[in-house]
């Protein structure tokens, strides 16, 4: 535990050695080159972006194939064309080609990068050739750049005004209705005809059809799935009939008697 606890602390610098990061300057989010990349390829920069440890940059060996099933697609020649506009747009730099000797001295190996905004090998300084470079015109990466920079700079202009769209929204009100309110107090309802009263805010339960459900717990009635308001007054009229009916009987027999 304690060991593990000593692991845990962070060093002067405010680093550990069980947590890494890979870091991505502004200066390159807000590039016109980076603006200029696609998904798969901004995806391919951090792939490479997490193979460098503070040290290997020059060494970082990815292959095609390895590059692709890290970006997780299936199309080799969309991982390769990612390759290309990240060498073209001046973000990487090949160091070492491809090695593949089927030898038992040699071993083989993939092709070898370096990241131009870090420093290489042999103190080597960053060259940050991404900068300077754009894509051509009328192309499809170069609309890409055009409406990202455009996005950009709409959201820099209402950040620095304070209007951003968020907080300048008038869609919903900011204040919480108070749950008492009564949709029908707002209703211009009440007028001459109804003496300028104001209708009931809430209606009390109807009877005036009742639903009878078929099947558990469904009765005997003849008006089908719904039964009418009078219903129950015609059930006790019946049943005051029948009673009247049999009270005459009862006396009629007791005067034959």
């Known amino acids: 535990m304690i060991r593990r606890r000593s692991r845990n602390r962070v060093n002067a610098t405010g680093r550990n050695e069980t947590s890494r990061f890979a870091r991505l300057d502004y200066r390159i989010l807000c590039s016109n ?60 730099q090949l160091t070492q080609e491809a090695y593949f000797r089927v030898k038992a001295s040699n071993r083989s190996r993939a092709r070898c990068w370096r990241l131009t905004w870090l420093a290489g090998p042999g103190r080597k300084a ?84 009742i639903a009878i459900p078929w099947g558990a717990g469904a009765t005997n009635y003849l008006f089908g ?6 219903s129950p007054s015609l059930s006790i009229w019946i049943v005051g009939a029948l009673i009247s009916a049999s009270n005459a009987h009862e006396m009629r027999e007791r005067k034959a008697a």
Do not use: C
């Not at 990349?37 to 193979?51: A, G, H, I």
């Not at 920079?149 to 820099?156: H, S």
């Not at 799935?225 to 009078?230: I, R, T």
């Open 33 to 92: 080159a980076y603006r200029a990349l696609s998904p798969n390829d901004r995806s391919l920069l951090v792939e490479l972006l997490m193979l460098y440890n503070g040290e290997n940059n020059g060494s970082l060996f990815l292959s095609v194939r390895d590059a692709a099933h890290r970006m997780g697609i299936a199309d080799l020649s969309a991982a390769s064309r990612s390759f290309d506009t990240l060498q073209v747009l001046g973000f990487i």
């Open 225 to 230: 799935w719904w039964q009418s308001d009078w």
């Open 126 to 209: 960053p060259s940050w050739d991404f900068i300077k470079r754009e894509p051509e015109p009328k192309t499809k990466a170069r609309k890409r750049m055009e409406r990202g920079q455009k996005a950009l700079k709409t959201f820099r202009r209402a950040r620095d005004s304070g209007k951003l769209p968020v907080l300048d929204s008038d869609t919903m009100s900011p204040f919480r209705r108070e749950l008492g309110d009564a949709p029908v107090l707002e209703s211009d309802t009440p007028n001459h005809e109804n003496g300028g009263l104001q209708p009931n805010s809430s209606v009390p339960d109807s009877a005036t059809h």
